[in-house]
């Protein structure tokens, strides 16, 4: 960890002092990009020297103040001639993520956390690399978080809890103590996980649902209490299920 400071000058962006910190980049010029550039800023720790991303076309342009320096294969120049000694990668697909940070490591650069300061980890929660923990995250005793996986904005991840590696917790989503969510899981906004219960890899729990037993991997629960979805639904209604601020769009007719 580098000897950069914040100066609190409460205007949402830090000032670095002290100089000696780790020059990193973001990979993934998107939605979540943005956010982990502001948790990173916030937490002071490392120095954010750009983004880069698999759209070639976005390279020289600018994200909220910070250059998208290239495409993944920029990667070993930026640790050659630049100094960049990490990155994080901030693409919200967890397949997607996992893949990237395999390329990352690969490229020489070592995966970093971006957790932001207003997040409450219990002084016994075990991380791995390339985690991400937003704004208002609270993380209980006990708790094991693997590499890659997200913990978004306002979650509670109570006590004795393991999040396996590339998972989601979306906002404000609450899980109860010994709850296990395996390897590429997704929690969607607001769900609800009941104590002692197991959510297999690679499922999907839909926005709002209320989980109150195990879950099968590579399933999708939605609902009060969570029921597995059967068949398959149009993307326009999953998406519905998944983000529940898109659900005043009308729903176009099957033809």
Known sequence: MGLWRSSGSG????????????????????????VVLDVLLNAAEHEVIGFVDSDASLAGRHMDGRPILGDWDCLPDLRAKQGVQGAIVAIGDNSVRREFAERVEKSGLTLINAIHPSANLAHNVTLGRN??????????????VGDSAILNTGCIVDHESMIGTAAHICPGARLAGRVTVES????????????????GFDAIIGAGAVVIRDVAPMSTVVGVPACEIKESTDPETFTAWLMPELRHREVPAKS
């Open 11 to 34: 205007d949402g962006s830090a000032t670095l002092r002290l100089g000696d910190a780790m020059k990193c980049v973001i990979a993934g010029a998107g939605g979540h990009g943005r």
């Open 131 to 144: 985690v991400v923990i937003a704004a208002g995250a609270l993380v209980c005793a006990h708790c094991q």
């Open 184 to 199: 590429g899981a997704f929690v969607g906004l607001g769900a609800t996980i009941i104590q002692n219960t197991r959510v």
